[in-house]
C-alpha cells in the first residue's frame, strides 16, 4: 500500500527512537535478570519477582517519570518489599549498579535505520519523538549519530493524545498527512490515532512488558499500517 502524500510528496513522520531506532530494552531486561538473581528470594519465582518489580515500575512512572532513576527506584523498592534484609547502603549502592550498566551501554542502531532515515529525509519531514528523561535521551540522540536526519527533535514526559495533539499544533501539521512510527502500541500507535494521526506499527521482539497494548483499529480517515522491519518503510514511504 502506498502512503497518500500531499501535492509535493512531502508527509511529516514522528519517529520513535528507543527499540524502533536503536536497542533498549534488552539492556533492562539483563539488568533485571541480574536483579533478580542477585536478590535469590526463597519463596517467589524469578517470575513473580518479575511481577511485582512491573507493578513497582507503574508507580515509580507516575512519581519519578521514565528513565535510569526511575529504573533503580524501582529495583530498590522491590528488594525493600521482598527482602527480609533491610536496605543498607552498601545493597543500596549494589542495586543501583544494576541501572548503572544500561546508561554504560553504547548505543546499538538497529538494522538498516541509517540507510532507510536517509531515504525518508530526502522525501519527507522527520521529526523524531521520544519520551524520558531530557538528559537520557538527549545523550542517545547525540551520541547515535542519527540526528542529522531529523527536522526538529521532541523529547516528552509522556505520550498520549493530548501530547501528539500540541505537537501537532506546534509545528502546524495536517492530520492527513502525519505518521507516529514506533515500536509501541501504548504510546505510538494507539495514542497517535487517538489523536486523529496515521501511525506505523514496527514490532520490536523486546518491547518493554508497560508498553504492551492491543493494537486499536484506527478511525477513518486515520490509517494504520504495520511494516515487519524499520527498513521496509522505504516500500511505503
Known amino acids: 500500500m502506498a502512503s497518500q502524500v500531499n501535492a509535493n510528496g512531502a508527509q511529516t513522520l514522528l519517529i520513535d527512537a528507543d527499540d524502533t531506532l536503536w536497542e533498549n530494552n534488552i ?119 542519527l540526528k542529522q536526519y531529523f527536522a526538529a527533535v521532541e523529547i516528552v514526559a509522556e505520550k498520549d493524545a493530548p501530547i501528539y495533539r500540541s505537537v501537532v499544533a506546534k509545528y502546524g501539521l495536517s492530520n492527513r498527512t502525519t505518521w507516529m512510527i514506533g515500536n509501541s502500541p501504548k504510546s505510538d500507535i494507539n495514542p497517535a490515532l487517538s489523536a486523529g494521526l496515521n501511525a506505523v506499527f514496527v514490532p520490536h521482539g523486546n518491547t518493554w512488558i508497560l508498553e504492551h497494548e492491543e493494537v486499536a483499529e484506527p478511525t477513518p480517515p486515520s490509517r494504520l499500517l504495520t511494516v515487519e522491519t524499520f527498513g521496509n518503510l522505504r516500500e511505503h514511504f
Do not use: W
Open 27 to 145: 539492556y533492562f531486561e539483563r539488568a533485571i535478570r541480574h536483579f533478580v538473581s542477585f536478590l535469590k528470594h526463597h519463596e517467589y519465582s524469578p517470575e513473580q519477582v518479575r511481577e511485582v518489580l512491573n507493578d513497582v515500575e507503574r508507580e515509580c512512572v507516575v512519581k519519578h517519570g521514565y528513565g535510569l532513576h526511575s529504573f533503580a527506584h524501582a529495583l530498590v523498592e522491590t528488594f525493600a518489599r521482598l527482602s527480609v534484609e533491610p536496605v543498607t547502603p552498601e545493597l543500596d549502592a549494589t542495586i543501583h549498579s544494576f541501572a548503572h550498566t544500561v546508561a554504560d551501554h553504547p548505543v546499538e542502531i538497529l538494522p538498516h535505520v541509517p540507510a532507510t532515515l536517509d531515504h525518508l529525509a530526502g522525501r519527507h519531514r522527520l521529526i523524531l519523538m521520544t519520551k524520558g528523561a531530557i538528559a537520557e535521551q538527549s545523550g542517545k540522540i547525540e551520541r547515535s549519530g
